[in-house]
């Protein structure tokens, strides 16, 4: 298998929207749970949302709900997180990976981390 690859940061003004998308082999995301992940300069990865293997059940961190929307795609192995409403407290390297759709929410994760996406948000 290999690494997930993430896209779509950039530098955006709050209040803007963004397309996040998490690529990978359909090996690595076949039958598993994504999750993408947020970490802050100085602060340690947190887990912002999960969807599960069929897409039917999804989880979102309580602090990002109502803006953060996370999708799957198999049929070209993706996985999305869109983000509405950016904040300067979203600025983060973004991350994604596969695993446990619970396991996943305490950044347990079998496919291992990618480079991540740089997202900045400017007030």
């Known amino acids: 298998q290999e690494l997930p690859v993430e896209s779509g940061g950039g530098l955006v003004q709050a209040g803007g929207s963004l397309r996040l998308s998490c690529a990978a082999s359909?090996?690595?995301?076949?039958?598993?749970?994504v999750g993408w992940f947020r970490q802050a300069p100085g602060k340690e990865r947190e887990c912002v949302a999960v969807?599960?293997?069929?897409?039917?059940?999804?989880y979102v961190a309580d602090a990002v709900k109502g803006r953060f929307t996370i999708s799957r795609d198999d049929a070209v192995n993706a996985v999305v997180l869109e983000i509405d409403d950016l904040k300067p407290e979203d600025t983060a390297v973004y991350y994604c990976?596969?695993?446990?759709?619970?396991?996943?929410?305490?950044?347990?994760?079998?496919?291992?981390w990618g480079q991540g996406t740089q997202v900045t948000v400017s007030s």
């Open positions: 990976a596969a695993g446990n759709f619970r396991t996943l929410q305490t950044g347990q994760t079998y496919s291992g």
């Open positions: 969807i599960s293997r069929n897409a039917i059940s999804i």
């Open positions: 359909k090996d690595t995301f076949r039958g598993y749970a």
